[in-house]
C-alpha cells in the first residue's frame, strides 16, 4: 500500500469492489460476503466519517485503508450494536446504498465465533445453538439427574422428601458434583481461550500501524481496555444517551440491564467462589446461613441476573429487524433463557431448601447450570470474551503512531 508523501494532498481512495463481490445485504450470507458487505460498509464510511465520534469502530477504521477478513472481524467485534450510526446514517435504507453498518458488523461477528472456535469442528454449533436447545438440554440434564437419584438407593422416594438443615449434599455429595461440574467449566475455559487467541493472532494490527514484530501490551491499554469493558462504554450510542431499539429514540436500557446481568453473574460467581474456599480451607460446609457472604453474594447475584435477562428478553423482542441480524436471535435468547434459569432456579432451592421439594429443585438448578455450561464457549457467551479483545486490540494501536495520519486519533 502506497504511504501518503509529506506535503502532498491526501486522499481517502474508495476502492470499487469486483463485480462479483458486489453484494446485496440480504444476500450476503456467505463469510466472503459479510467480509465483503463489512469492507463496502467501510469503505463508504470512511470517506464520510459523520460516525467518527460514535463508537471506537469509526477511529479504527480511520487507520486503514483496505479491510481484509481479519479487519473485518476485528471491526466488528468493535461494534457494540448501539444503533446509533444506522440513526444517523444518510446512506441507510431506503437509500440506493442501503447501509447498514450494525446490522453488516452483526452478520459477520457472528460468523467471527464459529470461525475462531475451538475445536473448529465443534463451530458448527454456534449456527445450531437456540432457544429450543438450551431449554431441552437444561430439561434433559434436570432429568437425568432426578433418574440419578430415583435409580440409587434413595429411591423414587428420594425424590419428595426433605433433608436434615436442608443439606444438599445428602442428595448429591459434594465430591460427585466437583467430578460432575469441573470439566464441564474446564473444557469451556480452554475453548473459550483458544478461540479467542486464535482472533488475536489472526488480527492485523492495521496498515496504519503494521509492527514488524508481535506489539507488546501495554498497562495502560490493557487499563483502558477493561474499564472501557466494565463501563460498556460503546453502549452509551457516543453521545450518552444510549442504544436505538425499537426506533429512534435513544435510551440506556439495553447498557444497565447488561450490567445487571454482568454483574449479577460475577456475584454468583464470587459466591461459588467465596463457597469453595469456606470448603477446602475452613472445613465449612454448605449449607450455609442467610446472613453468609456466599447467600448474601448468591442472593444478590440471583436476583440481579433475573432483573438483567427479563429486561434484556424485552428488549430482543422489541428491537428493529434493521438494527440486529435477526438469524442471531435464537442463540441470544437461548443465552438469555439459561441465565434466568440458573439464577431463578438457585434462588428457588434457597427458598425450599427445607422442604421435600429439596431434591426436585435441586436437580433442576443442576441442570441449569450444567447445560449453562456446556453451551458457553458455542453461544452468545463468547460475545463478550471477543468484544473484550477487540477493546483491548483498539487500546494498543491506539497507542501506535498511525502512518496513515488521515483521521483525528
Ligand atoms: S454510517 Fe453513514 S453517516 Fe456514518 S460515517 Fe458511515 S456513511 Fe457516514
Ligand atoms: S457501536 Fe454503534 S455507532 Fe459504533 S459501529 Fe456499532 S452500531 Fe455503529
Redesign the pocket.
Known sequence: MQQPEAGRARVIPIHALPAGERTDPARSTDAAGEVAEVAR?MQ??NA????EGFCAV?PAMTRRLAFGPADAHYLANLCHNCGA?LH?????PPHEFA?N?PQAMARLRRRTYAQYAWPAALGGLYQRNGLTLAVALAAGLALFLALAVALSGQGVAGLWQARPDGDFYAIFPHHLMVSLFAPVFGFALLALGLGVRRFWRDGSAGEATAPPAPVPIPGAAAAEAARDALRLKYLDGGHGEGCHEEDDAATLARRRLHHFTFYGFLLCFAATGVATLYHYLLGWSAPYAWTSLPKLLGISGGLSLMVGTLGLWRLNLRRHPLQQDIAQRPMDRGFIALLFLTASSGLLLMLLRSTPALPLALCLHLGAVMALFATLPYGKFAHGIYRGAALLKFAVERRLPNRLALGDD
Do not use: M, S
Not at 464520510?48 to 460516525?51: L, N
Not at 444517523?88 to 441507510?92: D, W
Open positions: 460498509v463508504i464510511c464520510c466519517r459523520y460516525c469509526f450510526c444517523a446514517c444518510q446512506y441507510a447501509l453498518v
